[in-house]
């Protein structure tokens, strides 16, 4: 069965310095990695994703990830934070062989002026 | 492009009573999605619709809970009675198809607050 777990529910960090958000997963099949961003009282806005092409994802903002299969990962990364960063992001796994989406339960990114 | 539309954002209901939400998807998306969204959590699958069909209802509490898709565009989720730890978001989302590498766009949610 597949599963993800996003290991910090909350990360702070200073506006202009880098962020990291981590996600792992668990999966038996190739799986689809997915980053969603969750604004307050906004929908839920696709960041990236990875589908078995390039390891290495490019998003939206600056944002990017990188699929690691041997350590099952996949964190989100920004090299310098901006106040607008500040929101819920999601980490979401879907497997290819079948059709279910399973998100991470969530970290909520503070930005510190 | 018009995104996927929901209806109402807000609704408050006492416990045992009943609630219906609406959702209009992307034109031409085929798979349709209800979550729930608890708060502090991430979002849960309720159901899973393939045009009118469902491909997966296995969370969904179906003593209380009823959806359909009629016509396979829009689609309505219904609690019947509702019960305090139903408060949440439900959030509709659509994608083109049900393959794992698709992108789902999402709503922007009814917030309902069981009193």
């Known amino acids: 069965a597949q599963s993800v777990t996003q290991l910090d529910s909350h990360v702070s960090v200073s506006e202009g310095t880098p962020v990291l958000l981590r996600c792992n997963y668990s999966?038996?099949?190739?799986?689809?990695l997915f980053w969603y961003v969750q604004h307050p009282n906004k929908g839920l806005q696709l960041l990236l994703k990875y589908t078995s092409a390039a390891t290495l994802v490019k998003g939206i903002n600056g944002f990017e990830a990188e699929f690691k299969k041997s350590e099952t990962s996949f964190h989100l990364t920004k090299p310098s934070a901006h106040m607008s960063d500040a929101a819920e992001y999601f980490c979401?796994?879907?497997?290819?062989?079948?059709?279910?989406?399973?998100f991470g339960k969530g970290t909520r990114l503070h930005i510190l002026p | 492009e018009a995104g996927v539309a929901q209806s109402p954002r807000y609704k408050i209901i006492e416990k045992r009573q009943s609630v219906a939400f609406w959702c209009n998807p992307i034109?031409?998306?085929?798979?349709l999605y209800w979550y729930q969204q608890i708060l502090g959590q991430g979002p849960k699958l309720l159901i899973q619709f393939q045009n009118n069909g469902v491909v997966d209802d296995s969370q969904l509490p179906k003593d209380r809970f009823s959806a359909e898709r009629l016509k396979g565009v829009d689609s309505t989720l219904k609690i019947q009675p509702a019960k305090l730890e139903d408060s949440a978001v439900y959030l509709c989302?659509?994608?083109?198809?049900?393959?794992?590498?698709?992108?789902?766009?999402f709503g922007q949610g009814t917030r309902l607050t069981v009193v």
């Open positions: 034109s031409g998306h085929a798979t």
């Open positions: 989302a659509s994608s083109l198809n049900n393959r794992g590498d698709t992108e789902a766009f």
């Open positions: 979401v796994v879907s497997m290819n062989r079948d059709d279910k989406i399973i």
């Open positions: 999966s038996s099949y190739s799986p689809s």
